[in-house]
T-cell receptor, first 115, second 115 residues
Framework: DQQVKQNSPSLSVQEGRISILNCDYT??????FLWYKKYPAEGPTFLIS?????DKNEDGRFTVFLNKSAKHLSLHIVPSQPGDSAVYFC??????????????FGQGTTLQVKP | EAQVTQNPRYLITVTGKKLTVTCSQN?????MSWYRQDPGLGLRQIYY???????DKGDVPEGYKVSRKEKRNFPLILESPSPNQTSLYFC??????????????FGEGSRLTVL
């Protein structure tokens, strides 16, 4: 049972345009969401996160949007750059007193930004 | 330099030959975890540890063992490896705290092939 899903295995965009990566989750108890970026032959690195009390979080060119009613989050990259080409994983967990230490990842989306 | 170090980075072994993948972090993090990455399945959690001498199963613990005798080390043990354990393995760590646990620092990965 995949609790966090990234239904698009790959995405290709032109340099300078917007990249939108999507993620859906099924567990309404998740209250913290994260995006990780992974280059080949390297470990994933943390990119941006959002708490369930917010619907948007911005960090430079990266913005994460959360729609709790739809159990959907998205990562927007504007403008996209060739160096953004990587695999992007979304992840979710329950924090606070119920925190079990379990961080659930999606399948990943490979982003290619063409010059 | 703050890092998570895994060894070996690459290993080819045969079915049934016990092996250990070591993981060490120099950031004094309480939380450590092991993941495996497989095509189309993303990152799946094998085991995690909230602190020394405290370990718990993740989503795919079968066929693996871990120990956490000291804060910095979290080895992954395959007592009798099988071909379905051929995968890319990542160790990760995080400072203590229910909100910080999601922001993991990953090692560079260990690619294991079981023949």
């Amino acid at each position: 049972d995949q609790q966090v899903k990234q239904n698009s295995p790959s995405l290709s965009v032109q340099e300078g345009r917007i990249s939108i990566l999507n993620c859906d989750y099924t567990n309404s108890m998740f209250d913290y969401f994260l995006w990780y970026k992974k280059y080949p032959a390297e470990g994933p690195t943390f990119l941006i996160s959002i708490s369930s009390i917010k619907d948007k979080n911005e960090d430079g060119r990266f913005t994460v949007f959360l729609n709790k009613s739809a159990k959907h989050l998205s990562l927007h990259i504007v403008p996209s750059q060739p160096g953004d080409s990587a695999v992007y994983f979304c992840a979710a967990l329950r924090r606070g007193l119920s925190n079990t230490g379990k961080l659930i990842f999606g399948q990943g989306t490979t982003l290619q930004v063409k010059p | 330099e703050a890092q998570v170090t895994q060894n070996p980075r690459y290993l080819i072994t045969v079915t049934g030959k016990k092996l250990t993948v070591t993981c060490s972090q120099n950031m004094n993090h309480e939380y450590m975890s092991w993941y495996r990455q497989d095509p189309g399945l993303g990152l799946r959690q094998i085991y995690y540890s909230m602190n020394v001498e405290v370990t718990d199963k993740g989503d795919v613990p079968e066929g693996y063992k871990v120990s956490r005798k000291e804060k910095r080390n979290f080895p992954l043990i395959l007592e009798s490896p099988s071909p379905n354990q051929t995968s890319l393995y990542f160790c990760a760590s995080s400072p203590a705290g229910s909100t910080i646990i999601g922001e993991l620092f990953f090692g560079e990965g260990s690619r294991l092939t079981v023949l």
